[in-house]
C-alpha cells in the first residue's frame, strides 16, 4: 500500500525533504510505518521520533488523514492505501484566554 509521510520543522531538516512516500505491506500500522521511517532516515530520525521506551516522544505530533493519532489508536492506528501521515513538533505559547 502507498503512503505519503509529510515532515515539518525538525523532522524536515533531519530527512531532508518536505515528503516521502512509500510503499508498505497492507495491514501495516502506524509503528510498523515508523519503524520504516526510522530505518530509512537513520539514527538522528529514531532520536527526534521515539522516545527510548519506543513510544512517541515528547512534542511529537502525528497526524493520519489530519487526524492526531492520540485521538485514534496511538501507534496501533491502522494505515490503508493512500493515507498521508504528517510529523510535526508541538508548538507552545500564547496567552491563556479565560473566555475559551
Known amino acids: 500500500m502507498y503512503i505519503a509521510v509529510e515532515f515539518f520543522s525538525t523532522f524536515r531538516e533531519i530527512v531532508g525533504s518536505p515528503r516521502w512516500e512509500t510503499d508498505l505491506p497492507a495491514g501495516t500500522d502506524l509503528a510498523g510505518l515508523l519503524e520504516n521511517l526510522c530505518i530509512r532516515g537513520g539514527p538522528a530520525l529514531r532520536r527526534a521520533v521515539l522516545a527510548e521506551d519506543g513510544r512517541i ?16 489508536q496511538g501507534l496501533a492506528t491502522s494505515l490503508a492505501d493512500g493515507d498521508t501521515v504528517c510529523l510535526l513538533v508541538h508548538i507552545a505559547g500564547g496567552i491563556l484566554n479565560p473566555y475559551l
Do not use: D, Y
Open 57 to 72: 516522544a515528547p512534542g511529537v505530533a502525528i497526524l493520519v488523514n489530519g487526524q492526531s493519532h492520540a485521538v485514534r
